[in-house]
């Protein structure tokens, strides 16, 4: 029997720990993550470890919420300590749960704390954690080195200034990753929603026009402006929410113009305007993604925003999300090949939050790959509800058994949290021990230099290589 969370956590065998041990001080590119840049910019410090470890992250909300804690030691006015205690209590019998295991993971490398989280030592852990806090060398640009992070990439608005990017390229402080934009238009797509004509102005004088955005031509003038500044600040991916798909190939210029003006004035739309219009300028911005260089992620099968009345009260983001299950296989098809039948489909991450579509989007990559490209088409690392050992181990074994799992462009963080880059070292635990799994049955021969290649690549090399 193991001890917990001891040096071999989660390898069955010899062989496990010999490629493990050849992945695990590799950098970190994390291509895909909802970090702050201004913290970044700013080198923020923290108050204390609620701050850090409990401020905007759902997951734990969501978690205290299931075990009965009050919304005040969660998003309310209650102390700090009190709601780290709150926490802990919650994480003491959460068995199974892959905060159980990332918690611990990142207490014990950013504070060297190798005690259980529990009720009993909370008190003794928000000590312990505050007084390395109060550090002068505790800050933002500190965490990332220490997480061997190389790059990672933000998610931004098209109207937004990136005013923080510019300075953190510009300090140039040494050590530092790279911080890259993703160019992220969803609420441009989404012409029903209210505040449409709003935000169309903001982005009007985010592009500097002299002329209000009132046709198809101002409205791609403008995003075409807001690319290539993007680009000038490094961006080389977008990020697209499809919740859900959707996709009309007779949607015209002429329709998505009278359906945009529509938007502009405040009327409502129907549901055929609103598909013409979303296909046609997703289809536009797919050629222009294309022409730079750019890789699009795709996002799919989330239903967001489920409890209304919290949603009133704490907005989006606060733990309220859940798996969507509404078929989208036919209208991603449609979406992929209409942008091939272009020669305008960029490189493509495909993520579902629903792991039935697990199988589907492994072969869905296999339509569209080829062009010379390895890897061209991904599907993309277990998202959010499926980001845990099972969740991880099935996506292993699948993309393995329907592709070519040696492609595949590994793991991201998309978190909000300066300390969850122990994800990155539970993927390659996990990775590492599907390929000793592998070699002790019998089902791949035991070439060390060869499994060490493969599992470099998908830790490290393949992410570098497909983005840069």
């Known amino acids: 029997m193991k001890n917990f969370m001891c040096d071999d956590f989660l390898l069955q065998n010899e062989t496990a720990v010999e490629i493990y041990q050849s992945v695990r001080e590799l950098p970190i590119i994390d291509y895909h993550c909802h970090l702050n840049p201004e913290a970044i910019a700013m080198n923020k410090r923290f108050r204390n470890i609620t701050e850090l470890w409990l401020s905007g992250d759902h997951y734990k909300w969501r978690l205290m919420r299931h075990n009965g804690v009050p919304e005040s030691h969660i998003t309310g006015d209650a102390p700090d300590h009190e709601k780290f205690a709150s926490w802990c209590a919650t994480l003491e019998t959460a068995i199974g749960n892959p905060l159980y295991h990332w918690s611990h993971m990142e207490l014990k490398k950013y504070f060297n704390y190798d005690g259980l989280i529990n009720a009993k030592n909370a008190a003794e852990i928000y000590a ?10 505790f800050n933002v640009h500190n965490l990332l080195k220490r997480s061997r992070v190389e790059w990672l990439a933000t998610t931004d608005d098209p109207a937004d ?9 510009y300090d140039n402080a040494a050590g530092v990753p790279r911080v890259l934009p993703t160019f992220r238009p969803g609420t441009l797509l989404e012409p029903g929603n209210a505040g449409f004509a709003e935000y169309v102005g903001k982005l009007r004088l985010a592009a500097n026009m002299r002329n209000e955005i009132v046709d198809w031509d101002t409205l791609l003038e403008a995003l075409e402006n807001r690319l290539d500044f993007f680009a000038q600040k490094g961006c080389v991916i977008s990020d697209h929410a499809l919740d859900p798909p959707v ?20 009327e409502a739309l129907t549901q055929e305007e609103i598909v013409g219009y979303k296909t046609r300028l997703f289809v536009w911005l797919g050629e222009q993604y294309k022409k730079r260089g ?7 099968g989330a239903m967001r925003n489920n409890n209304t009345r919290m949603f009133g009260l704490l907005g989006a983001d606060t733990g309220y999300d ?14 992929l090949d209409g942008l091939e039948s272009r020669d305008a489909l960029p490189r493509t991450v495909l993520y579902s939050l629903n792991p039935t579509a697990d199988d589907m989007l492994a072969t869905m990559i296999g339509n569209f790959a080829g062009h010379g490209i390895r890897g061209r088409m991904q599907w993309g ?7 845990t050992k099972p969740g991880m181990e099935k996506h292993l074994v699948t993309l393995a058994s329907l592709g070519m799992l040696a492609n595949f462009i590994g793991m991201l963080t998309d978190s909000r949290s300066f300390i969850s880059y122990p994800r990155h070292d ?17 089902e791949f021969p035991r070439d060390m230099e060869l499994l060490k290649k493969i599992a470099g690549d998908i830790a490290y090399f393949n992410v570098k290589r497909y983005f840069e």
């Open 322 to 335: 859940s798996m969507g299950d509404a078929s989208f296989a036919h209208t991603l098809s449609r979406i």
């Open 161 to 169: 200034t990136l005013k923080h990017h510019t300075k953190i390229k």
């Open 247 to 266: 996709y009309d190939p007779s949607a015209s210029e002429t329709k998505a113009t009278l359906a945009f003006r529509k938007a502009l004035r405040g």
């Open 426 to 442: 539970y993927f390659r635990r996990i990775l590492a021990n599907r390929f000793g799994v592998w070699v002790e049955n019998g």
């Open 294 to 300: 750019w890789v699009m992620q795709l996002h799919m």
């Open 128 to 137: 312990h954690c505050n007084a390395q806090i109060e550090a002068e060398d």
């Open 381 to 387: 690392a277990p998202w959010w509800f499926n980001d």
